[in-house]
């Protein structure tokens, strides 16, 4: 007797390398040059055709090279039912990080988990397609949850230093944001002196008050030092949490700012592995009543580590509701209904035509609504629309 | 007034994927398809033309994606002068990190540095045939530091899982090691049940007594408890030092098997910024008087975030000469000699025609001599320079 052939087959990956340009900065980068690599992923299910389709996030740049040179041809080399589920109909995404880091040496974690992340969110929606349910119930299910609500809080990401930002203009996009319905807006600091950043922050909170909150971000920018320094100012200043204060991955330099100030911290987007966020939650001093973990799951190998994140942070006390996941995109949101996390970070006017916010979509009791198609919905945007079908002639 | 212009111009960046193909594995990685992307920097110096080389060290492929879409356009951007030294008439590789990481977030440190690394080798190499001096003398001056020797204390690393490596095989390579001169030999476990792996382990050791000592690695592969009781039985073994117990990010677990065993320890290899190895440092247990660390220069950015490493290492108390870099590059071997390293780990059989050694070169006192020629030597291996060509038509 042999196994009958599975019904799935993959016949087609496709990538190609999308501007998500902005003319504005963080205390890190300029964003003028930023790119992210859109996938589709093609299969052909007893006669019909679907492809599922997954972006890279954002501020990693496309991954097209490393897409090509090793995942998406370890994609296409994975033997007949490597990526089936338990019934032989469908797929079970959990399956394609083994596949893909084959013969991949452990640590070294960047760029490598941008690409997998992608891989794993194009199956992710085309797994989804095939069952016919919508990803974040899909993703419930394969993790033996229960049905999951269709709705995620959210935040807006913006306040970057663009070339002319005024603190009126500042001040006009806060407005925006709490009249678009968001209850918690952000906006970066780090890239000025001080009193300039808390000058703008003074603005921004008094523009959102009373209707919202505003968190701040120092892209991992500060030292401890100035970190410290800043924190203080923050926790007077009355922020909603201070971000990345310092380098991503010194963990024993925020220990030392979390000793040092009230304020709530948040990190973990640069943090693209479970081990990384064991070290994190281990050694980094963060108070899991009140500390925000940001890791996001396309950046970070996909879903299965992803998971494996929530799980690791668990077993040291931390509520799956510390996790807001960074991005913006459909895979986080899905995620974050998915598993109970505490919300997800969009972009309402950044990195666009990617991500799930739109810069006049209302967001009604501070929650948006997940997509009800089988799928991420990716394509019920219609200029990210446009955008896939570049990739489906 | 206006600066004189620059007397070096770079002209041209090319790269190709070289394979390093082996038959072998450790207990992560099939080598079968392993690459390493070989790259030559032209340039044009008072009618002079120059080319230097880097390749990308090995174990974690060609890097062509990256160098073509981020890092060679950034190099060549670079303004006149960017990479000129105080004189203007040379250059100053210590300049190119910050050229080739602008726009980088920061973490995620994986790939990308692997890529920044070998663009750096090949700029060293470039920048020492201009001012006519072999490069471990050109990187000691660069730093300010005393001319180095022209020798470097090697050990040779081998005994990995080959499909048909029988112990009489294990021992014959051995004896091959020793037989060409090197005081230590490594050898792959982890990759076996522990049984199996003490017993080759025991032939190894019976093999180089008494004229070479066995250190192992296991590659990052095994639980903290599987790595506590390997540990105990290597200290029995006499083994001189278990390399990557444990994932190479995992700094606690790492602490658990440092305080359980007695046999010395050596990790570092998959750490690839200075943030990481200060963390190692920091959280990792490890013992300074007894412990190697082997970060590798061209897999973590250059020799400008590896004298980070060992700047950050110093300040907790570390010696230069507990480094051992992993590798067996010609960089590797210039950084031993010009900072005044504990030795470097080179492949007499492996990933050939790359790095220092080859498989019949003697190793007399159980050290290594430096290339006596204008850059880093990599011409010097007829076998390299053919791929060399490839690059400079």
Partial sequence: MTAPAPATRIVAVDEIAAPVASQMRNAYVDFSKMTCSVIAITAEHRGRRLTGFGYTSNGRYAQ???????FIPRLLAAPPGAFADESGDGLDPRTVRGVLMQNEKPGGHG???VAVGGLEMAVWDLAAKIAGEPGHRFIARRYGRAVPPDRVTVYAAGGYYEPTTSFAELRAEIRRFVDLGYPLVKMKIGGAPLDVDLARIAAAVDEARPDAAVAVDANGRLTVEEAIACGRALGAAGVHWFEEPVDPLDYGGLAEVASAVTVPLATGENLFSAQDARNLVRFGGLDPATATLQMDPVLSYGVVEYREMLDAAAAAGWAATRFVPH???????ACAAAFGLGGAEVYPTKFQPFGVATPTM??????????????LGLELRPDLDTVLRRLTP
């Fill in 64 to 70: 097209s090279g490393l897409l090509r040179e090793r």
């Fill in 111 to 113: 760029e490598r988990s």
């Fill in 327 to 333: 991005g913006g995109h459909h895979l986080a949101l």
């Fill in 362 to 375: 209302r967001i009604d009791g501070g929650s948006m609504p997940l997509p009800d198609v089988p799928g």
